[in-house]
């Protein structure tokens, strides 16, 4: 522990911090030490003083005018968006690209309703009441959040599993209704219980990961995860739509092999198709196609155009149309969507008698949501220059949740298709949002009671088509093995274990093996053997680059990656391996080369060699106590070499640089297994040089008291200047030992 005084008892020396003194300090010596380091960047060592705790904590503390303010706008971004907000610049982009999102919002709220294995009206109740609370929460200006279509395929798994039609004696069922027409049955009822209860565990959990920071934990579901989770979602949303599509009634499956069940009884079923509803799917699905593919999506027609066609509208108004007057309900038995109350649901608290049961997929549901929303917020705040703040974002997606969930809604996140349309479609801001909800209100009391003819199979369609682009990820496979064949197998396993073992089980897969992988990885770091191209002051791997050689007196060992208690002997055994140079082996082979000298001498006896009169007494290194001399090991090292001529095991190598600088950070494990190596390698007269030290690095060795123990020469600021400084040792020691034996002969 630091010292806490007035005046920093440890600070003998003054020092005027500016980089000149730094620059200075760095070519008189680059062996200099971690306080050095602390003096020459601040102008004194790294102890507290009671002015500098009473500054850090005073900097949290501090409570005034201006913190409340900066306070309310960091918690209110809507407010600094409105202060200056541009009339003429802003508003008619807003107005129609939130008209644009709002007619994406009605067909598509509808349909992943529909997929959540809810009434079509809760999802215009999501597409109408979330984007209001984003709008007060959210930083991002882009972004198009509601329904979609993998949290709604989670939704409806937790639905399909718990949201039984009989409830259990002991469940109250809330009296959900949406005056002043219209109600739902028992059955919906009970569904739409399970659904909002959902979507209030989703956002208290989205809101304590704000509260405790822990917005990170999306970090742990890679791309490779993500994408080979959402391509696998994709299968399952497009099985979930299949029995609409032809007009079957098959059950809905959950939980592992549920695909191999469900296309089962597709085709144990197969012979039951209602043709008329297959048809009309089919020319839904070909129109929807043909519209964003070759004219929405061509650029030159896309160019031409200042909002692309909304052709999910248009399929909505002409199917609803054409089934009102061919009756296709009554003649050819094809499913409609029937009444669809009119106006807003009175708000009641979301009933949380089964909660316990799914907290696990709330869990879920609230991370992959966040996940998918944070990613679509970054990309759109990168390309137009702004700046999205994640945690803020993880409390708007938690209070849209848990608000929303008093009215009917089931868990929400962004949709990829309705962003990409609103961003193209010019919106400057969250406005945006209102307009798009204000075009819901109006569906809701006015032209909701028109849709009652709307075939659901048009809806199914309409999720097919929208989740299109999840199957194009499967390129992405392929350039996964092209660039690195570890998240090539992440992705597969996550794609293979979704399909298998349903959404939720296969993203905890996913994730665990992402995690084995990366734990692996650094288990089994690369080393490298590094080698300087001539005519230059690169280092390389010798190895990989053909220029670069080594020296066979002076090794730089690099390890790419942390050194702690997971990877302390692979480290180890890379060391001696790459070096060629094994302590241990060296040392055994002394002893041999002693002992066999000393059988010599007991058989021989022992020559006396006489110069001059007087014996010749070999001047040995190790009379030289290191420890407390504290001279830089080079010099001691080399002493050694240049003196004891008469060793009887000789080797070339004589140091060892460990280049640090991609080594992030070393805990106590590495710090013993380190201080192993250096000790080892002394023995048999070779030094070991640490360089290129990060911060983290060496105020972890300051606190083991690493230092303390070989000294502060140990540490170089590159590996370049242990190289030259080894060899400026040497030449200086072999100028003095020439001396030495010069006055000696003279002797």
């Known amino acids: 522990m630091v010292p806490l005084n007035k005046q920093c008892i440890n600070c003998t020396t003054k020092y005027k911090a500016n980089k000149s003194s730094y620059t200075e300090m760095a070519s008189l010596n680059d062996g200099f030490s971690e306080d050095d380091f602390r003096k020459a960047d601040t102008g004194r060592c790294g102890c507290v003083t009671k002015e500098d705790f009473k500054k850090t904590v005073g900097k949290h503390i501090t409570f005034n005018r201006k913190c409340l303010q900066l306070s309310i706008l960091k918690r209110l971004p809507f407010l600094s968006i409105m202060r200056d907000y541009s009339l003429k610049r802003d508003l008619l982009k807003d107005i129609l690209a939130g008209l644009t999102n709002g007619i994406m919002h009605v067909p598509q709220g509808m349909a992943f309703a529909t997929l959540a294995a809810l009434p079509p009206v809760t999802g215009l109740y999501v597409s109408f009441f979330v984007p209001l609370v984003y709008f007060f929460f959210g930083t991002s200006r882009h972004i198009s959040i509601g329904t979609s279509a993998v949290v709604s395929l989670l939704v409806g798994n937790v639905v399909s599993r718990y949201g039984s039609p009989v409830p259990p004696a002991n469940q109250t069922v809330v009296n959900i209704t949406t005056p002043p027409t219209g109600g739902f049955t028992d059955v919906e009822t009970f569904q739409i219980s399970v659904a909002v209860g959902l979507a209030l565990l989703t956002g208290l959990i989205q809101v304590g990961m704000w509260l405790f920071h822990l917005g990170f934990i999306t970090a742990y579901l890679s791309d490779a995860v993500l994408s080979g989770f959402t391509t696998a979602a994709g299968f399952h949303v497009l099985t979930s739509q299949v029995s609409t599509v032809f007009g079957l009634t098959i059950g809905r499956y959950s939980g592992a092999w549920k695909l191999i069940y469900t296309y089962r009884d597709i085709v144990l079923n197969i012979v039951k198709t209602n043709v008329a509803t297959l048809i009309t799917s089919i020319i839904c699905i070909v129109v929807l196609l043909i519209v964003k593919d070759f004219i929405n999506g061509n650029p030159r027609i896309k160019a031409k155009m200042k909002i692309p066609i909304p052709i999910e509208l248009f399929v909505v108004i002409i199917g609803t149309i054409v089934s009102f007057f061919t009756k296709l309900n009554f003649h050819y038995g094809v499913a409609i969507v029937g009444v669809i109350p009119q106006g807003l649901p009175t708000p009641s608290v979301p009933n949380l008698g089964q909660a316990g049961e799914y907290v696990p997929d709330a869990l879920v549901i609230a991370i992959v949501g966040y996940a998918v929303h944070i990613a679509m917020a970054k990309l759109f705040a990168k390309k137009h220059g702004y700046e999205v703040d994640p945690n803020q974002e993880l409390l708007a997606n938690g209070l849209a949740n848990t608000s929303c969930s008093f009215f009917l809604c089931f868990p929400c996140t962004t949709s990829m298709s309705r962003s990409i349309v609103l961003e193209s479609a010019g919106g400057a801001t969250q406005l945006c949002a209102v307009v798009s909800s204000g075009l819901l209100l109006i569906v809701l009391y006015v032209l909701g009671e028109y849709l009652y003819h709307l075939p659901k199979c048009i809806l199914a369609s309409i999720v097919i088509v929208a989740i299109k682009n999840m199957f194009k990820q499967f390129t992405e496979l392929k350039r996964l093995w092209y660039f690195s064949k570890i998240d090539a197998v992440v992705w597969f396993v996550s794609w293979l274990a979704t399909m298998l073992l349903d959404t939720d089980l296969g993203l905890l897969v996913g994730a665990i093996f992402c995690l084995v992988t990366f734990l692996f990885r650094v288990q089994w770091p690369n080393t490298y053997l590094m080698g300087k191209i001539d005519g230059t002051n690169i280092y390389r791997d010798i190895k990989d680059c053909e220029k670069a050689s080594g020296r066979t007196d002076i090794h730089i060992f690099r390890l790419n990656g942390s050194l702690s208690f997971i990877n302390r002997e692979q480290f180890q055994r890379h060391l001696y391996s790459d070096t060629g140079f094994n302590p241990a082996l060296v040392k055994i082979q002394q002893k041999l080369k002693a002992k066999n000298k000393d059988l010599q001498l007991k058989k021989y006896g022992t020559p006396d060699v006489v110069e001059n009169g007087h014996a010749n007494e070999g001047f040995h290194a190790n009379e030289i106590n290191a420890e407390e001399t504290k001279t830089n090991p080079i010099e001691v090292i080399r002493h050694e070499q240049y003196t004891s001529h008469d060793d009887d095991y000789k080797h070339s190598l004589t140091h060892i640089v460990l280049d640090c ?87």
């Open 661 to 747: 600088s991609t080594m992030a950070f070393i805990d106590s494990a590495g710090i013993t297994v380190l201080n192993l190596v250096i000790e080892e390698y002394k023995e048999t007269g070779v030094g070991v040089i640490l360089a290129g030290c990060t911060g983290s690095v060496r105020k972890m060795l300051v606190q083991q008291g690493f230092f303390e123990k070989h000294g502060t020469t140990i540490l170089y600021a590159t590996a370049e200047h242990a190289v030259k400084d080894i060899v400026e040792s040497r030449n200086d020691i072999g100028i003095i030992s020439d001396i030495l034996e010069t006055n000696n002969t003279q002797l």
